[in-house]
């Protein structure tokens, strides 16, 4: 079966994909995981222009072994100093380019609206890595597989955000999306200096979701389904003074989880620092790095649909 709707769309932001359409993405992903050889070689010929403006390992990396594993075939730079970007190129001469030989782009771009921009001029779809602080829907997808994957359910549930939530485009793309299931609570756990945007609690508010803003991450455990923890990213500081105070304020360790649920789950979207101690990792409801795995089924399965492969 072909899906038509998806074919030859660009997902820019969460919401670009019906919570109809995200089931299909999330029962494909499925099928591929439990299947190693489902779709293999079936975009056999296709080709993936990997535009990545901005240091990257598990989008990159995930991106690249979709791809290949659906027997496709990567192309691009990892870093802009290796492209005409760095002789004063436009972006939009770039992903017009890019457009010329690939059949997809993946960009990420340290720039808010960039892969909107991009989008307006390319003539294949493009998928959003991360733009600035703005938005990372792919990383969102995976997020929310591995909620469904490992608790069987998306809805009825409290997430907790800790951390940076003032410039974490992981966490502003995934509470968007969160926001269309039912019956989620969300606590948003941050210093005052790095709190979730207005922007995004104004439109909490208009859909009617509960959230609660707090400073101390102890006293929360005990309600918290999923706890998605960031880093506090010292790429989005323009002073290192504010970064150093900052940095260390929530570090999770086993003491702190003693006070969780027996099936909570720990997220991030990684890379870590300090704020999750290598401690964590033993812990059962640790599930950062399977978190990481279900990101290459996410991108398979947005690959194989955009790209038309019959499923």
């Keep these: 079966m072909v899906y038509t709707s998806f074919i030859g769309r660009s997902l820019i932001e969460p919401g670009d994909f019906s919570l109809e359409e995200m089931e299909i993405l999330f029962s494909l992903?499925?099928?591929?995981?439990?299947?190693?050889?489902?779709?293999?070689?079936?975009?056999?010929?296709?080709?993936l222009a990997a535009l990545f403006f901005e240091p990257s390992t598990r989008t990159r990396l995930s991106f690249e072994a979709a791809m290949l594993r659906l027997g496709g075939t990567c192309l691009g730079f990892a870093e802009p100093g290796s492209s005409s970007a760095a002789k004063g190129e436009s972006l939009a001469d770039t992903i017009r380019t890019a457009a010329c030989y690939a059949d997809a782009i993946v960009m990420r771009n340290p720039k808010e609206g960039s892969a909107l921009l991009a989008k307006q001029f390319s003539s294949v779809p493009v998928i959003n890595a991360g733009?600035?602080?703005?938005?990372?829907?792919?990383?969102?997808l995976?997020?929310?597989?591995?909620?469904?994957?490992?608790?069987?359910?998306?809805?009825t549930m409290t997430i907790g955000f800790c951390g940076d939530l003032k410039f974490g485009r992981t966490v502003h793309s995934l509470v968007k999306a969160l926001?269309?299931?039912?019956?989620?609570?969300?606590?948003?756990?941050?210093?005052?200096?790095?709190?979730?945007?207005?922007?995004?609690?104004?439109?909490?508010?208009k859909q009617g979701i509960v959230?609660?803003?707090?400073?101390?991450?102890?006293?929360?455990?005990?309600?918290?389904?999923?706890?998605?923890m960031t880093r506090v990213q010292r790429e989005r500081f323009f002073n290192e003074d504010d970064y150093i105070r900052l940095k260390d304020t929530y570090v999770?360790?086993?003491?702190?989880?003693t006070f969780a649920k027996e099936k909570m789950l720990v997220l991030h979207p990684l890379p870590r620092v300090n704020e999750i101690s290598i401690e964590v990792d033993n812990d059962p409801r640790a599930a950062y790095f399977k978190q990481a795995k279900y990101g290459m089924y996410a991108r398979m399965a947005l690959l194989a649909l955009i790209l038309g492969v019959s499923c």
């Design 29 to 47: 992903a499925e099928k591929i995981e439990n299947d190693e050889n489902y779709l293999r070689e079936s975009c056999r010929g296709k080709l």
């Design 179 to 205: 926001a269309r299931y039912a019956n989620i609570k969300m606590l948003f756990i941050s210093p005052k200096e790095l709190v979730i945007p207005q922007y995004i609690k104004n439109n909490l508010i």
């Design 252 to 257: 999770l360790n086993s003491e702190k989880m």
């Design 211 to 228: 959230f609660e803003e707090r400073e101390n991450l102890e006293k929360s455990m005990s309600e918290i389904d999923v706890l998605y």
């Design 142 to 155: 995976t997020d929310l597989l591995t909620i469904r994957r490992l608790l069987g359910k998306i809805d």
């Design 131 to 140: 733009d600035g602080g703005h938005h990372h829907p792919t990383q969102t």
